[in-house]
């Protein structure tokens, strides 16, 4: 049974990037808790998959294929939502592909794409559901940043890095703007989460994973499903006093110093 504060009953959320990771273990955390879902992603057959686990839960969910960096798109996204449900409630704004390359060689063209892919529809989206739930008087935003949102990682994330800090600054702005007509504005700034890109770089890198982990003192990378609990408390009324929030999901990388050291057993 959900505690009435984190109840979604009659609640309806789109989550994009919701075919897999990330987005699909907020979406399953919204659908648990009662919410009716819209389920967005350029992977359709994905979005259906998630679709079909979260409606094993008795609520609709809905996938819908949208590329999250067209701003047309996303509006004709909400057009079929308002259709559809008549209402926005709850906005998972996961979805963009990070690009990695060192500064000296990137493209002005790499760096535009990673904008429009992680500021540029994160923003579309805010836009698109905000007018929505300011119309209505009530909803919560989160979007999803990094530990790059605030703090350098190197190995070649400035573009990254960049886009996640304008993310961040974003969602201040929108919190502040938004928040006396009843529409908050939060985000979730995961450190190193598994999933199919980056274990791929960590096979092609032996040592990377052990790089991670030096600066993780719950000493493990992050897997999807950390994010429901805390996705699940910013979308309910358990967090209704907060917005602005920048909030690490990290296992303690945030907080360790660089030179700090992590896991030592002081003498008995």
Known sequence: ????????????????????????????????????????????????????????????AVAMAADVSDPKALQQLFESVDREFGRVDILGNV???????????LTIA???????????GR??????????????GKGTIINIGSLASITALGRGHVAYSMAMGAVAQMTRELSTEWAARGVRVNAILPAQVLNPGLAHRMAQDPGLEATFLRGIPAGRLGRPEDIQGLALFLASDASSWITGALIPMDGGNLAVNAGGTVGQRLPR
């Open 1 to 60: 049974m959900i505690h009435a504060l984190f109840d979604l009953t009659g609640r309806v959320a789109v989550v994009t990037g919701a075919a897999r990771g990330l987005g699909r273990a907020m979406a399953l955390a919204f659908a648990e808790a009662g919410a009716s879902l819209v389920l967005v992603d350029r992977d359709t057959e994905g979005a259906h998959a998630t679709a079909a686990e979260a409606a094993t839960n008795g609520h609709r």
């Open 110 to 120: 790499q760096v535009e794409e990673q904008f429009r892919n992680l500021v540029i």
């Open 95 to 105: 979805a963009g592909d990070g690009v990695l390359g060192r500064p000296e060689e």
């Open 123 to 136: 923003f579309a989206a805010c836009q698109e559901a905000g007018r929505r739930m300011l119309a209505a």
